[in-house]
């Protein structure tokens, strides 16, 4: 058989749909291949092979890979930072700083099990994370600790006992809620949700009475 007689390798045909659509599709496509192989392995024609489409339905979307990873993370910032505050609850009563935080614990649990890609970046990164996307992940890492540090001042303002520093105790537990967040996504089962959950209450209960 000749080459002219071989049937030529169709490119990946992309059916038409809204460019809005088509362009989560390949920002959802983006974020798998950093996910899976690391941000040095991110490039169109990877993009372009997750998504089933042509390399030309992508620059039909984006004009470069510089304005497409911007928009991925614009988006994935969003997410993040809105899931997170999502998994507070009522600040305003912090009579029973024990449920307030077990509360919070089982809304981040389900936070982690509905958008585990997105965490994963976050929580344990790749070595050749951007420093673009460090930095904005800092920031935002920082702003959450701020509004722990914020409810915690309150909640030790109204009680007695020892002296406790806010802004190390939120520095803490920031740090422990992603430990256990990086656990529960990298060895699922290594903690019990509901058993931690308990641990949590049992613990802050002991430090903080409920009081009336």
Known sequence: MTSEDRPRKRRPYAPRVPIEQRREQLLDAALAVIVSEGYDRISIDAIAKRAGVARSVVYGAYDNLDTLLTALLDRQQTRAYDSLLAT????????????FAAETVHRMSAMLHQDPDTWRLILSPPGNMPTVVRDRVEADRERFRRLVEAWLA??????????????????????????????????PGTFDPAHLIDQVRLILGTLWPRTR
């Open 154 to 187: 309150r909640t030790l303002a109204d009680r007695d006992g020892p002296d406790l520093d806010a802004r190390i105790l939120a520095h803490a537990l920031v740090a422990c809620a992603e430990h256990f967040g990086r656990l529960a996504l990298t060895a």
């Open 88 to 99: 507070l609850p009522d600040s305003t009563d912090s009579s029973d700083p024990a449920t």
